[in-house]
């Protein structure tokens, strides 16, 4: 299993703040002219070491520099509009009591500003949640990677993939291979997968869902596994092409950028053909650690 190679608390001085993270061997730099926290899902994340390839700039707006395009996208929780050297994301859920939300602009240069609502300003400094203004999704395509709605573990030295949509069973295999065979549960929500060194790699992230674990460590995938309740046990191996649909809705994708479309769909086709995935149909016991661990071992 591979882990971080180094930790390093925030630095701050003359109230600025400067910290690095590292996920999925992705090294990333939030920077702020103004002291604030890092918040509690990137603190096992932080590193040191290494040339950041992500830039988040906070600065404190009294409003986000929306201009009078329309948005090329509006979901129930941001707004995206087009900007001349990216796009800009307006999150209506992080909004302050004067009307100003938080914004993202994400450049393509990998040197981002994270607008905070001047107004309400230490609400987001001080044990706040960060996640969100990642950008996850948006970040990890820059880097030939994908966040999956999964949980993951790490065993023997390579990682399983437990996927499919909330109340599936995914937490619950997770735990039962920690208790049955002492894994390591990486995180419980939504994994990054990265291809590098011939090979796709898991990743915990601090997206956790209320699983509560993000921890940074990774390990190349042996196999892929979509549980389903059943009174019956069984596995069954899937082609790539039902592996792929049933893998597609459980992605977090950018449904109004094509390049984003474009690059995921190729990188989830190379993904299919290269992990064996299977059908775990069981109940919640450790037979079924037992019969996933048989389908692996005729692999």
């Known amino acids: 299993m591979e882990r971080p190679s180094g930790r390093a608390e925030e630095v701050q001085h003359e109230g600025v703040t400067q910290f690095d993270i590292g996920i999925a061997q992705i090294v990333v730099r939030f920077s702020a002219p ?7 899902e990137l603190r096992p994340f932080l590193t040191q070491g290494g040339t950041p390839q992500e830039h988040y700039r906070f600065t404190a707006a009294r409003e986000v520099p929306i201009g009078d395009a329309p948005p ?12 001349e050297d990216g796009q800009l994301r307006v999150f209506h859920n992080l909004r302050a009591q004067d009307g100003n939300c938080a914004a993202v602009l994400l450049r393509e240069n990998g ?15 001080s044990n706040c949640t960060m996640a969100p203004l990642l950008c996850g999704e948006y970040l990890f395509y820059r880097h030939a990677a994908m966040l999956l709605h999964s949980s993951l573990v790490s065993w023997a030295g390579e990682a399983i993939l437990f996927c499919g949509a909330s109340g599936a ?16 549960v990486l995180n419980g929500d939504r994994c990054v997968i990265r291809r590098r060194e011939a090979r796709f790699w898991g990743y915990g992230s601090p997206f956790c869902g209320s699983s509560g674990i993000y921890r940074p460590e990774g390990a190349p995938i042996r196999a892929l596994f979509f549980p389903e309740k059943a009174e019956t046990l069984s596995v069954t191996p899937l082609s790539p092409v039902q592996a792929l649909r049933r893998l597609y809705p459980q992605l977090t994708v950018n449904t109004w950028d094509t390049a984003f479309l474009q690059r995921i769909t190729d990188l989830l086709s190379q993904f299919v053909m290269e992990v064996p995935a299977f059908c775990l149909r069981c109940r919640p016991d450790e037979a079924a650690v037992q019969a996933a661990q048989e389908a692996m071992e005729k692999i």
């Open 34 to 40: 103004f002291a604030m926290e890092v918040a509690p």
């Open 72 to 83: 090329i996208a509006r979901l129930p929780s941001i707004s995206v509009y087009r900007a």
């Open 169 to 184: 069973g995914k937490s619950t295999q997770a735990e039962l291979w920690r208790r049955y065979r002492n894994a390591d």
């Open 111 to 125: 040197m981002h500003t994270v607008y905070l609502p001047e107004s309400d300003l230490a609400r987001y400094t």
